[in-house]
């Protein structure tokens, strides 16, 4: 079965940049839509950023628009998140996920099927 790894979080002062890495072992993922999400202590799993099965269409929640960047590469079977201008309300488990195969997109958690084991990132103050 396919695994998603999510890699490059950590702890990062306001303003600071981040970039996010989640990378398929199994199984390519070059069909699939794919996205990110988080969860912070207290708070319901929010959808952050998706990308779609070629990279030629994305969208974000309007928290991070602006902000953050998501990006894939089929050939490396990964995607990305780039996220800058770091905002304390950023800290959460940021968990990539794999959707439906298709060229379209969608912002809820019920959509994705396969999830990562989730990295942390910590913004202070």
């Known amino acids: 079965q396919v695994q998603l790894v999510e890699s490059g979080g950590g702890l990062v002062q306001a303003g600071g940049s981040l970039r996010l890495s989640c990378a398929a072992s199994g199984r390519t993922f070059n069909n699939y839509l794919m996205g990110w999400f988080r969860q912070a202590p207290g708070k319901a799993r929010e959808f952050v950023a998706a990308?779609?099965?070629?990279?030629?269409?994305?969208i974000y929640a309007d928290s991070v628009k602006g902000r953050f960047t998501v990006s894939r590469d089929n050939v490396k079977n990964s995607i990305y998140l780039q996220m800058n201008s770091l905002k304390p309300e950023d800290t959460a488990v940021y968990y990539c996920a794999r959707g439906p195969t298709g060229y379209g997109l969608s912002n809820l958690g019920s959509s994705y099927d396969i999830w990562g084991q989730g990295t942390q990132v910590t913004v202070s103050s």
């Open positions: 990308i779609n099965r070629n990279g030629a269409n994305t």
